[in-house]
């Protein structure tokens, strides 16, 4: 019996990427004197050595999956929203703010609320700009980016002068009937390891956007709308209304970020807490192609380079480490472009 057939084209790209990016990463170890294959070496060892490791990758890939979604979203939907950062603060802090809210809202009803809480924050922030882009054509980059520095500074005021706890830059910390089970506490596994049951959420969440973005109408309206918004108008599709939609829904899912750091780990929300994984989900995205399943390969991918990073600054400097994340990030994106164009003329001139 014949074995079917695999295609490993959609590999080629990233893959050829990581190998040139780790190229260039090894030049500049040389360049300050240290040995490539002493800091792969760590690198490697450290991001796979066990469990506990593992469990940090899975906690740092959660909120990407949301954050790449997010951006994903709205690239499908022909839009660049650049206000994941921003989105995914108010969002944050809205769930801890309904999290601190167990006296009035009943304890079963109280992860669900804080949940939705921050996904309705994050969908206000972004269909703002979805609707200045849709009433009088305000071009979304400048609003999302605009947005993000809003968002960012009411909370930051929130937090320093309305909710503070005292002598830190955190919020009181949520019910307990709010908290999401961390894994290790669950199964056993990932003893030590901040990750919980986000994740789970986060991969559902993952594969209901694909099945909205594939199987359903109104998934099938966005994408069009995405591919030529003259032709959705002519199609009868409400760009417009599409438009306030798709930027509403990328918020939305930059929102649930807080439900890994605030509902499943510090149990607060924190000034600072998010990392940039606002602007990183549009690298996740980019790299997966914007596809919701390819979202979980590409965000694993950068949790690893996320935490290896950490675990090489005990042998070369922090920015260092820094700056070859970065390189890492950026080649993955383009070379993994060109090798996708490369393969596609091969395999249209083998066809020929």
Not at 15 to 23: D, L
Not at 47 to 55: E, P
Not at 244 to 251: D, E, T
Request: aromatic share 10%.
């Amino acid at each position: 019996m014949r074995l079917p057939r695999v295609n490993f084209y959609p590999l080629a790209g990233p893959a050829v990427a990581s190998a040139v990016s780790f190229a260039i990463g090894a030049l500049l170890i040389l360049a300050i004197g240290r040995s490539p294959v002493d800091v792969y070496g760590l690198f490697f060892s450290q991001t796979f050595g066990n469990s506990y490791v593992l469990g940090q990758v899975l906690f740092r890939a959660t909120p990407l999956m949301f954050t790449g979604l997010a951006a994903a979203i709205s690239f499908r939907g022909g839009l660049f929203n650049i206000g994941a950062e921003g989105q995914l603060t108010v969002g944050a802090f809205l769930t801890a703010l309904v999290g601190c809210s167990g006296h009035w809202i009943p304890s079963g009803l109280l992860m669900p609320a804080a949940l939705v809480a921050g996904s309705a924050g994050g969908a206000l922030w972004g269909a703002i700009p979805g609707f200045l882009k849709a009433r009088f054509g305000a071009h979304e980059v400048i609003n999302t980016i605009m947005m993000n520095f809003i968002g960012t500074a009411l909370v930051s005021y929130l937090v320093t002068n309305v909710f503070l706890v005292p002598a830190t830059v955190h919020t009181p910390a949520i019910a307990r009937a709010a908290e999401i089970p961390r894994l290790d506490l669950l199964t056993g596994a990932f003893q030590g390891a901040p990750v919980n049951l986000s994740l789970l959420l986060a991969l559902c969440v993952c594969y209901a956007s694909y099945i909205f973005l594939w199987k359903s109408r109104p998934g099938y309206e966005l994408r069009a709308t995405g591919l030529s918004r003259n032709a959705a108008a002519y199609a009868g599709i409400d760009v417009a209304r599409q438009t306030v939609l798709v930027l509403a829904v990328s918020g939305g899912l930059a929102g649930l970020v807080g439900s890994n750091f605030v509902l499943g780990y510090k149990h607060y929300f924190e000034l600072g807490f998010s990392e940039n994984v606002g602007f990183i989900g549009i690298a996740v995205a980019l790299l997966a192609k914007n596809h919701p399943l390819g979202i979980i390969a590409t965000s694993l991918f950068f949790g690893i380079l996320g935490y290896g990073s950490l675990t090489i600054n005990t042998v070369v400097p922090k920015e260092l480490a820094n700056i070859l994340e970065a390189i890492m990030i950026m080649f993955v994106i383009v070379l993994s472009r060109l090798v996708d164009r490369w393969m596609l003329a091969v395999q249209q001139k083998s066809a020929a």
